[in-house]
């Protein structure tokens, strides 16, 4: 079974600077997928990005990066530039291939960007 | 167009009553999931179900059962509703296949009084 956690139960940040928060699983499978969710208190659960195993190379979206590195079973988000709306749960999640695509996600992080 | 919509948004039931939760995809996605988010925000998998299998997480009561009339729709009904089952409930949607990205439903607020 896969087993995906996230260390920080909580963290804050100034707004316009940068904030990374933890992740790392546990699995034997070589080929998978990572995922970064946000949910912020509205409820709704929005990919923030999305990181192919077999890709060496880390996936950006606009202001959030990743730092995958497999070896270590790690995979961290950055968040340059915070913004007030950053202020949200962050969920890490795990996905074996040819298995129902179900995501096993972690405990979550809380982060709350300060003015 | 809401992507992937629940109803109802909130529900609040007795103790050993039957609900169900609605779900409907425009996305025409083929495979669509239900998880549950605890107080503590934990979220776990209960299922997923395209039209060739469904995938049960084994922890799961057999008094959740899902129900897809069609592709579009995957219906969550729950028998004799206990206090632990108390949670947020989400659906979600993806291809099978490809782009394998999961889209989420706003949730329901299940409360069993």
């Known amino acids: 079974a896969q087993t995906v956690t996230q260390s920080q139960p909580e963290m804050s940040v100034q707004e316009a600077e940068t904030v990374t928060l933890s992740c790392t699983y546990d699995?034997?499978?070589?080929?998978?997928?990572l995922f970064w969710y946000k949910q912020p208190p509205s409820r709704q659960m929005i990919l923030v990005i999305r990181?192919?195993?077999?890709?060496?190379q880390n996936a950006t979206e606009n202001r959030f990066s990743v730092n995958f590195q497999k070896a270590a079973k790690s995979f961290s988000l950055k968040i340059s530039d915070s913004q007030l709306g950053d202020t949200a749960m962050y969920f890490c999640?795990?996905?074996?291939?040819?298995?129902?695509?179900?995501?096993?996600f972690g405990g979550g992080t809380r982060l709350m960007v300060k003015p | 167009d809401t992507a992937v919509s629940q109803t109802p948004k909130y529900l609040v039931t007795q103790m050993g009553n039957d609900k169900s939760i609605k779900c409907e995809q425009n996305?025409?996605?083929?495979?669509m999931y239900w998880y549950k988010q605890d107080s503590k925000k934990f979220l776990k998998i209960m299922f997923s179900?395209?039209?060739?299998?469904?995938?049960i997480n084994e922890t799961v009561p057999n008094r959740f059962s899902p129900k897809s009339p069609d592709k579009a729709h995957l219906n969550l009904h729950i028998n004799s509703l206990e206090l632990g089952d108390s949670a947020v409930y989400f659906c979600?949607?993806?291809?099978?296949?490809?782009?394998?990205?999961?889209?989420f439903g706003a949730g329901t607020r299940l409360s069993v009084l």
């Open positions: 996305l025409g996605h083929d495979t």
């Open positions: 999640a795990f996905m074996r291939v040819n298995a129902g695509n179900m995501l096993t």
């Open positions: 979600a949607s993806s291809r099978t296949s490809g782009e394998n990205i999961q889209y």
């Open positions: 179900y395209n039209n060739k299998e469904l995938i």
């Open positions: 990181q192919e195993a077999y890709k060496q």
């Open positions: 699995t034997s499978e070589n080929n998978y997928y």
